[in-house]
Nanobody, 125 residues
Framework: QVQLVESGGGWVQAGGTLTLSCVAS????????MGWYRRPPGKAREAVAV????????????DYADSVKGRFTISGDSAKDTVTLQMNTLTVEDTGIYYC??????????????WGAGTQVIVSP
């Protein structure tokens, strides 16, 4: 089982910056993806930024939602079991609950995946 602990959410004015962090613990041997998702108020959860194959250089991909490209940066450090999301130039539309997600394999070779409990981000005008 893998546990995720998120931190860094909060309130910020539009144009401001926040950094979210997520630390994984438990039985995970290799990561296949590390990512951030969000649930805006009244909407479904959506992918914000996902890094695939963070432990290898290639093929390693990073995908961002169109709405955050150029403003958000995801960093996945599998050696530190950490994934961060640097969010710059925040807008009101970035308000929501942000969830960390990891996928990988355990030391037994079994697939593991986990969601964090979520951290609230509120961007005011």
């Amino acid at each position: 089982q893998v546990q995720l602990v998120e931190s860094g959410g909060g309130w910020v004015q539009a144009g401001g910056t926040l950094t979210l962090s997520c630390v994984a613990s438990g039985n995970i041997d290799k990561y296949t993806s590390m990512g951030w998702y969000r649930r805006p108020p009244g909407k479904a959860r959506e992918a914000v930024a996902v890094v695939t194959n963070p432990e290898i250089a290639s093929p390693r991909t990073v995908d961002y939602a169109d709405s955050v490209k150029g403003r958000f940066t995801i960093s996945g450090d599998s050696a530190k079991d950490t994934v961060t999301l640097q969010m710059n130039t925040l807008t009101v539309e970035d308000t929501g609950i942000y969830y960390c997600n990891i996928q990988g394999t355990s030391t037994w070779g079994m697939h593991v995946g986990s969601w964090g409990a979520g951290t609230q981000v509120i961007v005011s005008p």
